[in-house]
Structures are given as C-alpha cells and as structure tokens.
C-alpha cells in the first residue's frame, strides 16, 4: 500500500526537520543499496567473526578446564563446529543436498553432546553400544529434542524465554525434519537436482545460511553457558539485521508465479497436498510478520534510522 499526503503529514509532525531530512536520506534507494552493503560489512565483523572467535576461544577454554564437563559433551561440540566449517564451503559451492546432511549431522552432536552433560540417563545410553532403536528410551532423536528445549531456556539472554513450549518443540521439530528430507533419499532430492539444472537456487541457498547461522549461535550460547562467561560481546541487534540482509540477496526476477508452478509439479502437488498446506502456514506466519513490520516502521521511522545508525556505526 503506497503512503498517503496524511501518512507523510503524521511522519512530519514527530519529527523534527532536521530529522526528517535525516529519513528521507536513509530511505533514497542509492543510500539503501549503499547501507546495505554498509551493514553487511559490519554484520560479518560485529557478529559472525565475533562469535567464531569465542567459538574457538570457548572450546579451547573447556578443553583446558573439562571438570565437570563430560569428555564426549566437548568432543562433539567440537566436532559441531568442524562440520558447520564444511557446511559454509559446501553452500558457496551450490552443493545444497550435502550441505544439509552435513547440517543435520552437525545439529544431531549438538544436541547430543549438551544433553550427555545434562542427563546421566542420556549418558549411559549414548556409551552403550548394544542398545538398538527398540530398546533405546533417552536418546531417540525426538526425545533428545523435547529435552533440549530445557537446555534452550537456560541459555543466556532472552533469545528462547517469550516462545513457548510448543512453539519450540515444533521449530526444532520443523527444522530437523527439513534436513531429513535432504539426508534421506526424499523427492526433495531430485527436485533440488532439477532446480540446480537451471541454476535457480538462489533462494534454497538463502534459507541453508539462515539455518547453518541459527546451529552457530547455538552452539555459541551452548558454550557461552559451559563456560560459564558472563559478558555479552554479541549484539542481537546485528543477527536480525543480518537475517534481513540475506533475505534481501535473493533475486526478485527469479521469484516469479511461473517458478513457483514448476516447483508444485515438481513435488507433485496434487499428490502432496497435505504437504502443501503444512507448509502454508508458516508462509502466513512470514507474511503477518512481515506485515507486523512494516506498520512498526510505519509508526516509528526515527526508531528505523536509529537502529540502522546503531548497526553502521
């Protein structure tokens, strides 16, 4: 919807001139294009290369003072950030199906080695070599997830404390059997062979850096709270911005009606409807939140300038 004469006179009312010359600045499209790129830049710094280098300083940390901590807990989270390594070079290679069974396996340690900490009955299970799928109770994929969810509310910050318990068990739940579909012998397989073929995933590509970040900054927060370090050297700020920025990487022209169609024949849709309609849900999810933000914007343009000047400082 295109703002109204009304729109602009309410905008001009709160703010002062040199304010709103300070907004219509922000919001030419040379200068987005230029703060983008700008935020980007200090997205990497302030918050990727930032949380790698305390990654690497909490393992070494733990592995140097392990009382307390289970050997296997460390050796898998360390092993956690040896495959997110190849995660990253096998999606700047396109190489989306191995990308995410790597993913999944990498996410499957996590969880693995945060909960050997938190449970003996995990512990004992995990060491136990004769227990097959029938006789295992505490370390089935879905129960290791439902039991993670504890470790989450633990973690520092407020990243997980106003999602409920539902809601967290369906995003684990959700993002995990995503993986699945590409770490088994699925459709999803053959409709990324074929998507690959015109060079169209661009946008798959997106969604895989989205969830190899979200492993990363768990496992950041995991061993933030192993090593029990109080100081706080990432800004959330800079995580959601970097979420939009990537978001904002995929190409609009290759988003189009006819795309979407080769994609539903591809998956064969009459057969998958169920499917479909999951999957439709979170799509009205995004478009509400997306909706939800742009009237925020709307209502408050200085707090806009003021966070992109908080982001590029």
Sequence with gaps: MLITEEDIKKIQSTLTEEQLKELVYYLSKEKLIELRELARKKCKTKFIRTMRRHITIFLTNICKNNKGKRIETINLLTQTYKTLKNVHKLINNNAIVDASSLLRSAFENLVMGMMINESNNVYNEFINLSIDDETRKYTKPQKLRNDFRKVLRKLDGDYFVDVSNKNLKDMLDEFYDKLCMFTHSTI???????????????????????????????????????????????????AIVGCYILISDIPKEKVTQEKVEKLKSLLYEDLNKDYFEKNKWNVDFLIDESKRLQEDLKNDPLGFIEILEKVVK
Aim: negative net charge; aromatic residues 16%.
């Design 188 to 238: 999803i397989v053959n409709v990324m062979i074929e998507i690959e073929k015109d060079n169209d995933l661009d946008i798959y590509v997106v969604f895989l850096k989205q969830y190899t970040y979200f492993v990363e900054v768990l496992l950041y927060l995991c061993l933030k709270k192993l090593c029990n370090y109080k100081n706080d050297p990432i800004d959330v700020t800079y």
